[in-house]
């Protein structure tokens, strides 16, 4: 069964930069959706962005536009966030989750069509 593990989470000062790596056990045909959430203490779950595997069609939240890159790399197996000019409101547990959607379209950022979730990865913004 797919297994993914989020890494690259940590403390940064507002304005920096962190890169989150999601990496599978093995990509699957039937995941072909990868997206990324995050949770700040208090708050719902939220999408933060998602990308289509074959096509690479990304999608990004408001919040993160401009600023978050999602990419995959076939050769790792993995999927990565490259989080730039962080802000405090940032702040939170970062997951990876992968799912089964429909690539004519874009990728949902809404949790409820991801059924493989990692453990998660804490991220804080603060100086």
């Known amino acids: 069964q797919l297994q993914l593990q989020e890494s690259g989470g940590g403390l940064v000062q507002p304005g920096g930069s962190l890169r989150l790596a999601c990496t599978a056990s093995?990509?699957?045909?039937?995941?072909?959706?990868i997206g990324w959430f995050r949770q700040a203490p208090g708050k719902e779950r939220e999408g933060v962005s998602c990308i289509s595997r074959l096509v690479d069609r990304s999608v990004y939240g408001e919040p993160v536009k401009g600023r978050f890159t999602i990419t995959i790399d076939y050769a790792k197996s993995s999927v990565f966030l490259l989080m730039d000019n962080l802000k405090p409101e940032d702040t939170g547990v970062y997951y990876c989750?992968?799912?089964?959607?429909?690539?004519?379209?874009?990728?949902?950022?809404?949790?409820?069509?991801?059924?493989?979730w990692g453990q998660g990865t804490q991220v804080t913004v603060s100086s």
């Open positions: 989750a992968a799912g089964t959607i429909n690539v004519a379209e874009p990728c949902p950022l809404a949790s409820g069509n991801y059924d493989i």
């Open positions: 093995r990509f699957t045909l039937r995941a072909n959706g």
